[in-house]
């Protein structure tokens, strides 16, 4: 047989999109202006045990870098299933200075490193936010 979607499958969702981004987002930014936002890497999430973990590093332009990228560490897990569907928790720090050009660099080795198939995603802050 084939192997298409099944029954109870879902479609692919966007990177970027789904109940845990948008929790993520929010908190984003609370810290981080969207105007500000140069590229969100948004890495694969990983789902296990009813649960849903997804990291996102965040490069925002910087007044005092000399053209470097103030970078920030986003993560969230979210329960997908059980008595607790719903409930989340976000952590979103800042990281380092770092010029565009190692951020993604350094983006590629860390999928590398890791085991991933694929390197996180560069999208714009129109992902997350209008305008």
């Not at 590229?39 to 990983?46: D, E, M, R, S, V």
């Not at 053209?67 to 059980?82: F, K, N, P, S």
């Not at 993604?104 to 996180?120: F, L, N």
Request: hydrophobic letters at 40%.
């Amino acid at each position: 047989m084939g192997a298409g979607a099944g029954a109870g499958d879902h479609p692919p969702v966007a990177p970027g999109r789904g109940p845990g981004w948008a929790k993520l987002a929010e908190a984003v930014a609370k810290q981080v202006p969207p105007d500000e936002i140069e590229t969100i890497y948004l890495f694969t999430p990983l789902k296990r045990e009813g649960r849903e973990w997804g990291t996102a590093v965040v490069a925002r332009r910087s007044a005092e870098g000399g053209g470097r990228l103030r970078v920030y560490t986003a993560r969230y897990m979210l329960v997908v299933r059980g008595k607790e569907r719903g409930q989340s928790r976000v952590e979103v720090s800042e990281t380092g200075l770092s010029p565009a050009e190692v951020i993604a660099q350094v983006m590629q080795a860390t999928a590398e490193r890791t085991g991933d198939r694929e390197p996180p995603v560069a999208v714009g802050a129109a992902v997350w936010y209008e305008g």
